[in-house]
């Protein structure tokens, strides 16, 4: 991260690259360099962003196409408490977007302090609300905001899951028409399959592509 912030003090326009999942994460970068007075654009090129983003500041200044003007590219792909640290680091005062763009992405990231969680992430997070973090608001959109879509989807699923191995891998089989017929997108799919670690024995979870021969999507395994 040390070199990140070398790069971005050297460069005039730097671009953000992000998949859904990172979004809050770069959104928080995003407003750090809009701070040094820095050209910067925000790019995720994914075709469906789930609406639970939509809170995050600088949404509506996502881009789905490369800014070739810019001199420096960065894929956000690191967690918030990464970014958090590296901003400690570097003694970069939080403001209240970055502590909110900060709070959503640890929120996500945990499923709502429920996953991989120890006494550093609720000091982050204690932290981040102090610098003040919209986490009422944050949480209203992570946690709460399921569309119909989403609901459709995770209806299916479920109605077509399997429990194989004694009941320790869950599989599920999906193909790009279902998805479409649903209105929600694949990466509601990977969220869903998340679920499935409610289940009592289950240790994997895996996502099987029907249209093209049952091809491995997505393996997630349960964490110790």
Partial sequence: MNEIFKNIQNAKHIELVAEPEFLAVASALYTHILRLHKKVSLVSKSKNIDIKF???????????????????????????????EAFEKENITLNKKMATALYGALLDETRGFVKGVDGTI???????????????????????????AFLR??????????????????????????????????ENAYEIMQEAFALRYVEMVVLLDSDS????????YKES
């Avoid at 789905?64 to 960065?74: M, Q, V, W, Y």
């Avoid at 299916?156 to 929600?184: P, R, S, V």
């Fill in 122 to 148: 609720f000091a982050m997070a204690q932290v981040l609300i102090e610098c003040g973090a919209e986490h009422k608001v944050c949480s209203r959109f992570i946690l709460k905001n399921a569309t119909l």
């Fill in 54 to 84: 939509s809170f995050l500041p600088w949404f509506e200044k996502i881009k789905s196409s490369d800014t070739p003007s810019a001199d420096l590219k960065i894929v956000c792909n690191f967690s918030s408490k990464t970014l958090y």
């Fill in 213 to 220: 021969e049952y091809e491995v999507q997505k393996v997630i």
């Fill in 153 to 186: 989807l995770k209806s299916l699923m479920l109605k077509k899951m399997l429990l194989l191995n004694d009941a320790k891998a869950a599989l599920f089989c999906l193909d790009e028409n279902e998805i479409k017929a649903t209105g929600a997108s694949l």
